[in-house]
Every structure is written in structure tokens, then in C-alpha cells.
């Protein structure tokens, strides 16, 4: 038995395969994980004792971030992949995704994907606005994926978005060595199938490595990750320069005076929908307590 240092590439099922210098070890991890309730994520940096091909995992190095859904660690960026057509993409769910992120400092960047069908102007221009670094891209005319392939490069980020937006394709244009499952998107439903049922790491080059996750729908948000009510406005980038300059320090945006992220919205310094996903937002966590997380 020998232990070694590597990366979980794959989590599934109670299995996880860790990139070695030596290559991958499918892995199982010890049974005080769980009962810790720090079971290990894709992305995870672990120390694995090894006999032969197989091994067990016994340390999970301390985390930069973690994520519930999608279940993955230590990420350098999040690509939030986003369409206007079939499937068209509700705001709320990159604003809600995108917030998460923005709680753990992980820069977020907007990949709005099949533009050979609709360009999204109007789409792109609300992030843009409110700061976020946005890329058109298309699987089928190949707009964007030089400038996506420069953007991760040399980082550890997952794509992620609704269902059927294109991520497995783009990932396929960005690697084709991959050739990933795609799904058709259903004309009747207005969503895609899912193709990828796990996280899973694919590797770029020696130092990129992105996670295809599983897509999900507008009922997934309610599964993903909480963040405290007053924590939220930091959340939200564009909300930075108004906070702190309220008549109240508690200030929860909503209904207060001389509230100074209500009247940037009232003044167009801030764009309508990032603003009621905040509120919409804050009406799911203003009934959370810290002792409900520490389940």
C-alpha cells in the first residue's frame, strides 16, 4: 500500500476516480467522512492510500469553496451558460446561481450559447450591465469559443446552466477529443434532456479543467445552496457601490427610506431583473435561521 496526492475527477455512486501523477485511482473513501458530513466532491485535492488500481480515500485537503448543486470544490471560475431560444433562459435562474458564486468570491462569467439561433441582445446587455464578463458562443458556427477557451484557461471551472442550453456542446467544440452525449431539446417541454448525470472533470491541457454538470430547471433552485438574508446583497456585485450609503445600516432594500440600491434602481444604475431576483431571493432566506444549516 502506498499513499499518494491527487485530484477527484469523478464522483458517482460512492465511487471516486482521482488523477494521480501515476495516473487515476478508482477510489472509495473512508466510512468517518460521512459521518462527519464531509463526503468528497469532484474537485476535491485528497491524500489516497493505494493497492494496485484501487485505493481509498483517506484526507480531503481544506477547500477554497464548495458547492451543493453543482457538487464540486475549489473552483477558480463558474461558467453560467445561458440561451433565447428553445430552451429560453429565466433571468432569475443566472441571477440566482450566479449569487451563490458570488458568495463564495468565485468570478462568475455569462456564456450565452446558441447565438446562431438568437443573439440575445437584450439578454446579454442586462449582465454586461451589471458587470459581469459575457461571451456569445455557438456550437454550430464556432462564435466565441476561441475567446471561452482563453477566458478558463489555466483554471479549474464548471459549466453550468438549464437544461438542453448547450454546455456538453460547447465543451465538445472546446475538447472534440471528448465527443460528450448531447440532448435534443423537447419542442413540446421547452427543455433539454439530461445527458450529464454527474460532475465530471475533463481536462483541457495540463493545467485547465472543467466540470460538465448535470443542467437543471427552475424547480432545482430550491436544492442549491442557501445564503443568509443579510448576507445577500453581497452577493450581488452590482449592488456594491450602494451599500452602506442607505439612511439605515440594516437596510434590507425592500421597502425602507432613502434606501441607496433603490434609488440607483429607480435612477437605471441598476438593471430591473437583477433587482427582483434580489427581492425574490431574499423572500426565500428571510425565514432561515443559522442553526437550520448546521443540520
Known amino acids: 500500500m502506498e499513499l499518494q496526492t491527487g485530484r477527484i475527477i469523478k464522483s458517482l455512486s460512492g465511487f471516486y476516480d482521482v488523477n494521480t501523477p501515476s495516473g487515476t485511482v478508482t477510489c472509495r473513501a473512508r466510512g468517518h467522512f460521512r459521518k462527519i458530513g464531509d463526503s468528497p466532491l469532484t474537485g476535491d ?25 453543482p457538487a464540486v470544490a475549489n473552483l477558480d471560475a463558474l461558467v453560467v451558460f ?41 439578454l446579454s446587455a442586462i449582465y454586461k450591465a451589471a458587470g459581469f464578463q459575457v461571451i456569445r458562443t455557438s456550437a454550430e458556427t464556432g462564435e466565441g469559443i476561441a475567446q471561452l477557451r482563453a477566458a478558463i484557461a489555466g483554471k479549474l471551472t464548471a459549466f453550468t446552466g438549464n437544461s438542453g442550453v448547450g454546455k456538453s456542446s460547447v465543451l465538445n467544440c472546446l475538447a472534440p477529443k471528448l465527443q460528450l452525449l448531447t440532448g435534443e431539446v423537447s419542442q413540446k417541454l421547452g427543455r433539454g434532456r439530461h445527458t450529464t448525470r454527474h460532475v465530471e472533470l475533463f481536462s483541457l491541457d495540463e493545467n485547465t479543467w472543467v466540470a460538465d454538470t448535470p443542467g437543471f430547471s427552475s424547480f432545482d433552485t430550491d436544492r442549491m445552496d442557501v445564503i443568509l438574508k443579510e448576507n445577500l446583497q453581497y452577493a450581488f456585485p452590482d449592488f456594491a457601490p450602494f451599500l452602506g450609503k442607505c439612511q439605515f445600516h440594516d437596510c434590507a432594500h425592500l421597502q425602507e427610506p432613502e434606501c441607496a440600491v433603490r434609488g440607483a434602481l429607480k435612477a437605471g444604475m441598476l438593471q430591473k431583473s437583477r433587482y427582483d431576483s434580489y427581492v425574490r431571493l431574499y423572500e426565500k432566506a428571510k425565514d432561515i435561521k443559522v442553526w437550520e444549516l448546521k443540520k
Open 45 to 69: 485535492l485528497v491524500r489516497i492510500s493505494r493497492t494496485g488500481n484501487k485505493g481509498m480515500v483517506e484526507e480531503i485537503f481544506p477547500r477554497k469553496n464548495s458547492f451543493i448543486r
Open 82 to 122: 445561458a440561451a433565447n431560444v428553445n430552451p429560453i433562459t429565466e433571468p432569475f435562474l443566472i441571477d440566482r446561481v450566479s449569487a451563490i458564486a458570488g458568495h463564495q468570491e468565485v468570478p462568475v462569467i455569462l456564456c450565452v450559447n446558441k447565438t446562431d439561433l438568437e443573439v440575445a441582445d437584450a
